[in-house]
């Protein structure tokens, strides 16, 4: 077996476990990847909801810094208490790997300038909503990307039309590397039949085709518009009593969504579970996973769920237009073509076979292309680069 060149990884990202997200999950997932291949890993994040200054999560070690709540301030505060940190334990790492371009970039690429370390900085969301198009609407953020410009970071970009936008963005002389999620394939399976109908019994969903969403309920996310879909179909006779959306995530958009729900009469078949960390269960009980952004990097969440043998229906943006095969695990369409939308509803609403042979074939998509040991492979190549 060869050695690995790169023998210590620092991550380091602004929240990590308890607040969970699909960039904390990722960064969890690779870590401990990485960890089973020799190589040691240390999470560097910020201290909250008065969790352990230093603690061992799944083989990881976890440090976090003082933190004072949310905000500018605590960006700042962030930021250098990071670099002084890297100044002092920089040296034991051959990587500083950063999750999301925001405060602790600045620190790692400052660093790792001094110390002579590699850096990579994964940016997070789709285009329009990642953090570089963010930046621009702040003077912070403004000075943060004209200090890209001049460190020239090494960005991993989750899909090809994010990567072309921030090519044209005034970070031409940036290096960027086509990256992708990866997903635990022996985590998250497929469950028999029996033990699909047993899940559903206990959400007591018996006998109904389970439509899935789980992420931030947000503007870009479009679960709003969906649910108006959706009270649509399923208030016609054919299609009444047969589905349940099942709405897994909180967000600025939380109440309001409740509040549309009870107004449109659909209480009984859309149910909001608020935000979980263990997600299994609601993948066992699913038969359609749903992501109607507008805008995505690419959903963590979207993997675990065709790793759990579900069918997709996703809007055609980001990572979604590689991930889902129209037609063959799934479905595409435009988010804003409500039509569309509610044809792709009535489809799975009329036959249970459509969703599970559509979810053989997203279990066979995630173990090919998206498998942790593949991404991995790919991004050892990067650090060694």
């Not at 198009?133 to 200090?147: D, E, H, M, Q």
């Not at 009444?240 to 959306?245: N, R, S």
């Not at 759990?308 to 595409?332: C, I, P, R, W, Y």
Request: glycine share 8%.
């Amino acid at each position: 077996m060869q050695k690995n060149k790169v023998r210590a990884v620092l991550m380091i990202i602004p929240t990590f476990y308890p607040l969970v997200g699909g960039s904390e999950k990722q960064a969890l997932s690779i870590s401990s990847a990485l960890i089973e291949r020799g190589i040691r890993v240390k999470v560097l994040t910020r201290r909250v909801m008065k969790t352990a200054d230093r603690e061992t999560l799944n083989g990881v070690e976890v440090e976090r810094l003082k933190s004072m709540g949310c905000g500018v301030l605590d960006s700042i505060l962030f930021l250098v208490l990071s670099f002084f940190y890297l100044l002092k334990y920089g040296r034991e790492y051959d990587i500083f790997h950063v999750h999301l371009a925001s405060s602790p970039a600045v620190s790692a690429l400052l660093a790792g300038k001094i110390l002579g370390r590699k850096v990579v900085v994964k940016i997070g969301g789709g285009k329009g909503v990642d953090e570089i198009s963010l930046s621009r609407k702040s003077v912070a953020g403004r000075i943060k990307l004209a200090f890209f410009a001049v460190t020239k970071p090494h960005f991993l970009v989750m899909n090809e039309e994010l990567l072309d936008w921030l090519k044209k963005s005034g970070l031409k002389k940036a290096r960027f590397s086509l990256f992708r999620n990866g997903v635990d394939t022996g985590t998250y399976v497929p469950v028999l039949y029996h033990k699909k109908e047993g899940a559903k019994a206990r959400f007591g969903f018996q006998k109904k085709t389970v439509f899935l969403f789980v992420g931030r309920l947000s503007p870009e996310k479009r679960i709003y518009e969906f649910i108006e879909v959706w009270s649509e179909i399923i208030s016609e006779s054919l299609y009444k009593d047969k589905g349940v959306l099942h709405i897994v995530g909180g967000g600025p958009l939380e109440d309001e969504i409740k509040k549309s729900i009870e107004a449109l009469g659909v209480s009984d078949s859309v149910v909001m579970a608020g935000r979980q960390y263990e997600l299994k269960d609601y993948y066992a009980a699913a038969d359609v996973f749903i992501l109607p952004s507008v805008s995505e990097g690419l959903s963590n969440s979207m993997l675990e769920a065709m790793s759990s043998g579900l069918a997709v229906m996703a809007s055609k943006v980001g990572g979604a237009k590689l991930a889902v095969q129209d037609g063959e695990n799934g479905f595409l369409f435009d988010p804003f073509d409500r039509r569309k939308i509610k044809s792709i509803i009535a489809k799975f609403l009329e036959t249970d076979k459509l969703a599970l042979d559509m979810g053989e074939k997203s279990r066979e998509v995630a173990v090919r292309r998206y498998s942790m040991a593949r991404v991995l492979e790919e991004l050892i190549k990067i650090y060694e680069q």
